[in-house]
């Protein structure tokens, strides 16, 4: 199952981000084969303010699992996170 995850910061949470960002893509960087893409959500001066993923989990259960253990959940970066189940058709420039 493919998910859409945005996850966004709570308020003047840029610093603690980049405190926090190095144990999130060292996770990151373990659950490689989950991974479609992921990277950061923009505001209009171009700083982060969250993030958006797309996920390949065997059940939402295991996507979850991941989310408790995610650093940015942990330490309160993402404040507000959405979750939607999707059906990934294509994925750099290929049909799955």
């Not at 603690?16 to 960087?29: A, D, I």
Request: aromatic residues 6%.
């Amino acid at each position: 199952m493919q998910f859409l995850i945005k996850a966004y910061d709570g308020p003047n949470m840029l610093e603690k981000r980049m405190e926090v960002r190095p144990r999130h893509l060292e996770g990151m960087s373990r659950l490689n084969e989950h991974i479609i893409c992921a990277g950061g959500l923009l505001d209009e001066e171009g700083k982060m303010k969250g993030s958006a993923l797309i996920m390949n989990f065997d059940s939402r259960a295991e996507l979850d699992t991941y989310l408790a253990a995610e650093p940015y959940v942990i330490e309160k970066v993402w404040q507000k996170i959405e979750v939607e189940p999707m059906n990934v058709v294509i994925a750099n420039g290929k049909k799955q």
